[in-house]
């Protein structure tokens, strides 16, 4: 089992910043590929960003392209999204993920088999 837990989430006016961090316990972190992924009420889970195990790969959803970066630490078994130019729109609970996958990283919730209890993220207009 890969233990995941996430923290930095808050309220934030738009244009704002936020840094997110997922810690992670119970197996061996830089086997698996990471990702972040957000969901308000009525809508299906997206994905924001992700990472390759290794790290030398990063995706990201149009949507946040230019906004946010995500980046890993595998010797604190930790992986960040860092958040900058806050909008409304942003306004979520965000997920971090993990995934056994072994070339690229998964952009479909179903690609994960492990996830985070989430951390609500606010902008304000």
């Known amino acids: 089992q890969l233990q995941l837990v996430e923290s930095g989430g808050g309220l934030v006016q738009a244009g704002g910043s936020l840094r997110l961090s997922c810690s992670a316990s119970?197996?061996?972190?830089?086997?698996?590929?990471l990702a972040w992924f957000r969901q308000v009420p009525g809508k299906e889970r997206e994905f924001a960003a992700g990472i390759s195990w290794s790290g030398g790969s990063t995706y990201y959803a149009d949507s946040v392209k230019g906004r946010f970066t995500i980046s890993r630490d595998n010797a604190k078994s930790t992986v960040y999204l860092q958040m900058n130019s806050l909008k409304p729109e942003d306004t979520a609970v965000y997920y971090c993920a993990g995934s056994g996958i072994i070339v690229g990283v998964p952009t479909s919730a179903a690609g994960y088999g492990y996830w985070g209890q989430g951390t609500q993220v606010t902008v304000s207009s």
């Open positions: 119970g197996r061996t972190f830089s086997r698996y590929a």
